[in-house]
């Protein structure tokens, strides 16, 4: 134990020499996260479903870091199959996988419609899950990665008139138990953060409507809405050395929301 305790270095955090892939990483949370990752030393594969991406790219070559772009809509189910196999073609391994891409249509319960129903499940929950399933078969050849998803509040909570987004968040932190539990035998750890209240281009109705807004604030301790720069870190450490010993946890960044 000794010798564990003097082995420890800030060097458990860095991801020099690793390669991350962030879905939806060109704004937003996504891009805060690849910043963070680039920022500790890892090569980026950005997936997006747009192909605006030049701020991203300004951002991480800044930190000296290769970034490399796929434009791909996640829920094309077949077309997302080739995200590892690019990936793998351009940087030969993939460390870390950021679940980030997702979707939020709100409306009441009772007049939500199928459509959405289905397309807020296809880009947060079937997506994530197929895109884990492939990514976890290059990892297990590896004998080690990490895989991040990105749950919510409402990984914990109910919300209103977000139905899917809802359920699609329970499943994601049910995913997330259910990888860990049978990749971590080979050193495969799996964790998801479930994020606060951000300002995102997501909740900018939500901030602008001036009742909502002050009901949200008097609920978090600390006061006020993230940012994306909020997160950036525990990324990083879910992502690294540092986090090795933490498998199917579902980390909270609310500023004290869930402890109110």
């Known amino acids: 134990m000794v010798n564990d305790l003097r082995a420890f270095s800030l060097d458990f955090f860095s991801l020099a020499g690793k390669v991350a892939i962030v879905t939806g990483g ?4 996504g891009q805060g996260y690849a910043v963070a990752l680039a920022k500790a030393g890892a090569d980026l594969f ?24 796929f434009q791909v809509d996640l829920s094309d189910r077949e077309a997302l199959k080739q995200v590892a196999a690019q990936c793998l073609k351009t940087f030969g391994k993939i460390d870390i996988l950021v679940n980030n891409a997702g979707t939020i249509r709100r409306a009441p319960l009772l007049e939500y419609k199928e459509e959405d129903w289905d397309v807020v499940m296809d880009i947060n929950l079937h997506s994530l899950y197929l895109l884990s399933q492939e990514v976890a078969k290059v990892m297990v050849e590896q004998k080690s990665g990490k895989i991040i998803n990105i749950a919510s509040m409402l990984s914990f909570q109910g919300g209103k008139f977000v139905p899917p987004y809802t359920a699609s968040k329970h499943a994601v932190a049910g995913l997330t138990k259910a990888f860990a539990n049978e990749l971590a035998e080979h050193n495969i750890q799996i964790n998801a953060i479930a994020p606060g209240y951000i300002a995102t281009d997501n909740t900018a109705p939500i901030r602008a409507d001036e009742k909502r807004n002050a009901e949200i604030l008097s609920r978090i301790p600390a006061g006020r809405w993230a940012t994306p720069a909020d997160l950036m870190g525990v990324v990083v450490f879910l992502s690294s050395k540092a986090s090795d010993y933490m498998n199917g946890h579902i980390l909270g960044i609310d500023g004290g929301w869930l402890a109110r």
């Not at 950005?46 to 772009?69: A, D, H, P, Q, Y």
Request: avoid cysteine.
């Open 46 to 69: 950005v997936v997006s479903r747009s192909n605006n991406w030049e701020e991203t790219k300004e951002l991480i070559e800044e930190t000296g870091r290769r970034v490399e772009f």
């Open 26 to 29: 060109n704004k937003g949370l």
